[in-house]
């Protein structure tokens, strides 16, 4: 299954700090990664069984932080 990315408002360290517990709990340990240096701040997640765009917006939500589905 193809990768899934989206545009964040995840900036720093202290922003990956806070998501991590969600996305590790919706999306799984090692199965996802932000690009702090990129301007879109691009979260890129491997897709584990019946993971969706859905869930991952919501998790990020929960969290206080957006996200925009960009492939």
Do not use: H
């Amino acid at each position: 299954m193809e990768n899934m990315k989206f545009k964040t408002n995840i900036k720093c360290a202290g922003c990956i700090a806070t998501v991590t517990p969600y996305l590790d709990k919706t999306a799984g340990e090692n199965n996802w990664q932000v690009d702090t240096t990129s301007p879109e701040k691009i979260l890129t997640i491997t897709p584990g069984n019946g993971l969706s765009e859905s869930s991952v917006v919501a998790s990020l939500q929960q969290a206080g932080y957006k996200a925009e589905r960009i492939n």
